[in-house]
Nanobody, 123 residues
C-alpha cells in the first residue's frame, strides 16, 4: 500500500512562511505526478500545486491562481519527496493540506492521499 506522509504544518502569523514536506513510500513511482491540495473548514477541497516529472529528470510545476507568486513547489526525485514552500501567508490559507500522488493535475483526480498536515494563519 503506497503511503504519503506530510509534515511541516503549524501556526504562523500573516506574512509568515512555512515549508511542507510529503515523503512518498517506494510504492509511489518517482515518475508519478504529485500534488498538494488543501481543504478549509466548510469549503471544498482545492488543488494548490502540482508536480509533473519530465523525461529530462526535471519537474514541471502547476499552481492555483490563489497561490501563484507566494507558494513554490519542488520535488526531490531521488528522495521521492514533494515540498511546498509557502511565503506571504494569509489567513485565507488556513486549511488542512494534503499530499496526493498518481493522478492528473488537470482532472484533479489522484489515487493516493496522505493524512494531511494543518496550517493555521492568524491575522
Amino acid at each position: 500500500q503506497a503511503r504519503l506522509v506530510e509534515s511541516g504544518g503549524g501556526s504562523v502569523q500573516a506574512g509568515g512562511s512555512l515549508r511542507l514536506s510529503c515523503e512518498a513510500s517506494a510504492d509511489v513511482s518517482r515518475l508519478d505526478n504529485m500534488a498538494w491540495f488543501r481543504q478549509a473548514a466548510g469549503k471544498e477541497r482545492e488543488a494548490v500545486a502540482g508536480a509533473h516529472p519530465e523525461t529530462s529528470g526535471t519537474n514541471y510545476y502547476y499552481y492555483a491562481d490563489s497561490v501563484k507568486g507566494r507558494f513554490t513547489a519542488s520535488k526531490d526525485n531521488a528522495k521521492n519527496t514533494l515540498y511546498l514552500q509557502m511565503d506571504s501567508l494569509k489567513p485565507d490559507d488556513t486549511a488542512m493540506y494534503y499530499c496526493a500522488a498518481h493522478g492528473s493535475w488537470f482532472t484533479k483526480s489522484f489515487v493516493f492521499w496522505g493524512q494531511g498536515t494543518p496550517v493555521t494563519v492568524s491575522s
